[in-house]
């Protein structure tokens, strides 16, 4: 891998974060590599003025903080193609981020320079709020396009999932999503809301939803109902070319919210909808040690098999 420009990006709440970014940059300067430093958080959105402003497009992004701050490079860095070293400073539990002790000594760069490393690319997922009337989707029925641009307010990216989630604060905060997969109707589901996730998301809200783990070699949608009101409404998995569309029911004051990666996005009324799809971009992770098996970092993190006590398998 060639290094001639890299960018730091730390957790913006996070100390370790911030003075590790900043010996990461020392170590980098000292190899010739020019390198721009920025913090990322819920209140700061370096990338915007990173991708204007700078002159050429880095060959790496080193990301330091948890998975949260992975998650937001992700979301801004696949579309450039930007391969994303992610290592967990500050973060909980790191399912995407190599450990911290990764940093002791610069054999990191040396390795990335000698191409000892690889490159996993992950699934992510787009998705188009169309806020047209039923006139306009007679007029032109043409499905929406994706752009290739940063989000909008109406274009969003999400490298672990979308979720749409009831917009009230007085009542009760159900709400009711009509379900609508390449064109035909296959659910009303009513409850807490939908997740609709990636492999990588698999194990964050869709998990606690109820849903199944995949492999983030796999590419394919899950389709999460949170706290259904019917047992018919289940949690399926569909192709990655599926096209998704969600339908807020209801009067005027039914209103959804759409999250990305845990994230406020939009708000979306009734008799409009949001049109979900994989992205053309796959989010490009380096991997420093191509032998980590995902089954052992889900035993880890998952606390399985007693990995809170051992890390040996038995002998059964």
């Known amino acids: 891998m060639r290094l001639e420009r890299v960018w730091v990006i730390y957790r913006a709440d996070s100390l370790p974060a911030h003075q590790e970014a900043r010996h990461c940059a020392e170590e980098l300067r000292a190899l010739g590599v020019e390198v721009v430093t920025a913090m990322s958080g819920a209140r700061v959105n370096p990338f915007p003025g990173l991708l204007a402003m700078e002159e050429g497009m880095p060959n790496l992004a080193v990301v330091l903080g948890g998975d949260g701050t992975v998650l937001g490079a992700a979301r801004h860095l696949a579309v450039h193609d930007i391969p994303i070293l992610s290592i967990n400073v500050g973060g909980h539990l790191g399912f995407l981020t190599h450990d911290r002790r990764v940093l002791r000594g610069d054999e990191i760069w040396q390795r990335l320079l000698a191409d000892q490393y690889a490159m996993e690319r992950r699934m992510m997922l ?6 047209r009337t039923a006139e306009e989707r007679a007029n032109a029925p043409s499905p929406l396009q994706q752009p290739d641009v940063e989000d909008d307010e109406e274009h969003h990216w999400a490298l672990n999932d979308f979720y749409l ?11 009711t999503l009509e379900v609508e997969i390449d064109g035909e109707v296959v659910d009303q589901m009513r409850g807490d809301g939908l997740i609709l996730s990636t492999p990588t998301g698999s ?22 109902p949170i706290c259904p009101m019917s047992l018919s409404s289940r949690t399926v998995v569909v192709p990655p070319r599926a096209r998704l569309v969600i339908w807020p029911l209801g009067d005027a004051d039914h209103r959804v919210k759409l999250w990305k990666d845990g994230v406020g996005c939009t708000v979306i009324e009734p008799g409009e909808c949001c049109v979900v799809q994989q992205a053309r971009h796959h989010a490009l992770m380096v991997l420093l040690d191509p032998s980590l098996s995902y089954y052992r970092t889900l035993s880890n993190k998952l606390h399985w098999a007693n990995s809170l006590t051992s890390t040996q398998p038995s002998i059964n």
């Open 165 to 175: 989630r009831a917009y009230r604060d007085e009542i009760s905060p159900t709400c």
């Open 126 to 131: 787009q998705a188009m709020v169309d806020r």
């Open 203 to 224: 194990t964050g809200y869709a998990l606690a939803a109820g849903g199944p783990i995949l492999h983030p070699g796999i590419d394919a949608i899950v389709v999460a």
